[in-house]
């Protein structure tokens, strides 16, 4: 079964002494389901959260496990979306589980008196580790998209929980992120953990972030414990890191330490500082970090093509032209973006070498017959620019075989039409412009520095376009 779970923002107008009707709909954050597990006897919840682009690729993801899932299942799959969407990590499924009984299902044992009588069902952490391990786990991944790549976040009892699958099973899970733990539970149980734990793993890949808040006593006393356990001996591979939050209380913590834990986590995704690397080893040692970086999580990752064009405009800022001129005509599907193009050519016009100037204008305006500024600059050198675009004849038949409707983002429609025998495109929301063949399938788009290639199936029907645009390349599939 399977419920849409809905949450509505409705905004009042105020006018004079009435008040307005409006119109109002839903904005989903994910899916509400249930799951039957024979292991804990009972029905348990879930709200699941998938990536921004997850109907439109066949991409598998990691997943993001969320303890008192009702609490932090709206800023946690929020904030999974906007870091994943600014490229500081991976897309994510976010897996919210509801509670039953947390105090059962987080705890193990307890031999102290208090313990015992706060929580009369307690010690059933590795009955709840059996559901999530048998029963979650295969159901995820029979019915989503699913990395091996699991991500644990408990707050609370939960970090209670996260630190116990941690230091006794820590195989289960590949990343922990424990925020504001109970570390009080069984007279401090975890820190003797957790000391014997960084003692005896000699190699594990794994990764724990940890966070307290305006806490004192038993818990900073724990965690700093633990922490200085794990500083004086570690297991080869294994990543951690602990952020004391004073300024924050214990529920408001939540939020800011699952923004850091998965930046923290994701550590080797996003590169900071990619001229840094350049000059340490060239693109070679910038391929290598994505390289490195994603085998870690499960992705076979290497350079992405715009990189090359970051690093060159940084070169021409240096005056370091011919450098940025090797990076800038090597590939980029053999067609350079005129706007780095014409930057190069004109700081070459300004150090005097025009010659090398006239060329690379002449390269921007050959493939990109729409590019003014290499135009009016070969003009003004008294370049026939006439002579270096050939003219592309385009049935009529071919051109309205392009027209439709291409969806490249979930969010996002192209609209390709036909208005006086000229081919033009429509974003969502943006005027239109007119297309410009430059070969029997491909295009530059006026006013804009890109391209359009269009693609057929088995049976020469169109069926995608590929846009090109900063070394980037956005593949739409046709809807219509």
């Not at 090797?326 to 005129?338: H, N, Q, R």
């Not at 026939?384 to 969806?407: A, C, N, P, R």
């Amino acid at each position: 079964m399977r419920i849409l779970l809905f949450y509505t923002c409705f905004t009042c107008l105020w006018c004079s002494t009435a008040l307005a009707q409006i119109d109002t709909a839903p904005i989903t954050l994910g899916e509400r389901l249930f799951i039957e597990s024979t292991i804990l006897g009972e029905t348990r919840e879930l709200w699941i959260s998938k990536p921004s682009n997850y109907s439109d690729l066949n991409e598998h993801y990691p997943v993001l496990f969320l303890l008192d899932g009702d609490s932090h299942f709206r800023h946690a799959s929020t904030t999974a979306k906007h870091l994943a969407e600014s490229g500081r990590i991976p897309g994510l499924i976010v897996v919210a589980i509801l509670n039953s009984d947390r105090g059962r299902d987080f705890t193990p044992p307890s031999k102290d008196p208090a313990d015992i009588a706060n929580f009369r069902t307690h010690g059933g952490a590795d009955n709840f580790l059996r559901f999530l391990n048998e029963e979650l786990f295969p159901f995820m991944a029979s019915n989503y998209r699913v990395k091996p790549y699991k991500i644990l976040l408990g707050h609370s009892l939960g970090g209670l929980f996260a630190m116990h699958t941690l230091f006794t099973q820590p195989e289960v899970f590949n990343a922990y992120i424990v925020i504001d733990p109970t570390m009080r539970w069984d007279d401090q149980v975890l820190v003797k953990l957790g000391e014997e734990y960084s003692r005896s793993n000699t190699e594990l890949e794994r990764d724990l972030y940890m966070t307290v808040a305006n806490q004192s006593g038993e818990t900073l006393d724990g965690i700093r414990k633990i922490a200085g356990a794990l500083a004086e001996s570690s297991p080869k591979g294994f990543r951690w890191d602990f952020r004391h939050m004073p300024e924050e209380n214990h529920n408001s913590v939540t939020l800011r330490s699952t923004y850091q834990g998965l930046e923290s986590i994701f550590e080797g995704w996003n590169l900071r500082d990619p001229m840094a690397v350049y000059e340490l080893g060239g693109l070679a040692a910038i391929d290598n970090f994505y390289r490195k970086g994603g085998l870690r999580f499960g992705y076979a990752r290497s350079m992405p093509s715009f990189m090359a064009l970051q690093i060159a405009d940084q070169l021409i800022d240096m005056n370091r032209l011919d450098e940025a001129a090797v990076l800038i005509t090597e590939d980029f599907d053999a067609t350079p973006p005129s706007y780095f193009l014409d930057l190069l050519a004109g700081k070459y016009a300004e150090n005097g070498n025009y010659s090398r100037a006239r060329e690379l204008y002449t390269q921007s305006f050959s493939s990109n017959p729409t590019d003014i500024l290499a135009r009016d600059k070969l003009t003004e050198m008294g370049v026939d620019v006439s002579q270096l675009v050939s003219m592309v004849d385009i049935s009529e038949e071919v051109l309205i075989s392009y027209v439709g409707t291409y969806k490249p983002l979930p969010d996002v429609q192209l609209r390709i039409f036909l208005d006086d025998s000229k081919l033009f495109q429509q974003w969502t929301g943006t005027p239109a412009a007119e297309l410009v063949p430059v070969s029997q399938s491909r295009f530059s788009v006026t006013g804009a520095d890109s391209h359009l290639e269009f693609f057929t199936d088995a049976d020469s029907t169109v069926n995608r376009v590929i846009i090109y645009q900063f070394g980037r390349e956005l593949e739409a599939p046709r809807i219509q």
